[in-house]
């Protein structure tokens, strides 16, 4: 069992900057990848941004340019800088980390982002 907790979020001003931070405890097999996601109100959750266990980024097109993702394996913690911030990316923000196996898929509880225009 793997256990998420997200931080960071927070009330910010429209070009702001956040880094969201999702801390990873508990066993998993092994790692295939961390991912960021977010659900507006009314909106399907999508996807913000992947990172494999190797280091390889994904970014959804809206977040290339100005979000990064990144892991410190060591301190079992996913980051999602966030710069540039338009109204538009208010929403909840989760991580999500997925193993080998397949029944390895957990979620955080989410974080809250609001962009104030």
């Known amino acids: 069992q793997v256990h998420l907790v997200e931080s960071g979020g927070g009330l910010v001003q429209t070009g702001g900057s956040l880094r969201l931070s999702c801390l990873d405890s508990g066993s998993i097999f092994s790692i295939r990848g961390m991912g960021w996601y977010r659900q507006a109100p009314g909106k399907q959750r999508e996807l913000v941004a992947d990172?494999?266990?190797?280091?390889?980024?994904y970014y959804t097109d809206f977040a290339k340019g100005r979000f990064t993702i990144s892991r410190d394996s060591a301190k079992r913690t996913t980051f999602l800088q966030m710069n540039g911030l338009k109204p538009e990316d208010t929403a909840v923000y989760y991580c999500?980390?997925?193993?080998?196996?397949?029944?390895?898929?957990?979620w955080g509880q989410g974080t809250q982002v609001t962009v104030s225009s």
């Open positions: 990172i494999t266990a190797g280091g390889i980024a």
């Open positions: 999500r980390i997925r193993g080998v196996r397949v029944d390895d898929d957990y």
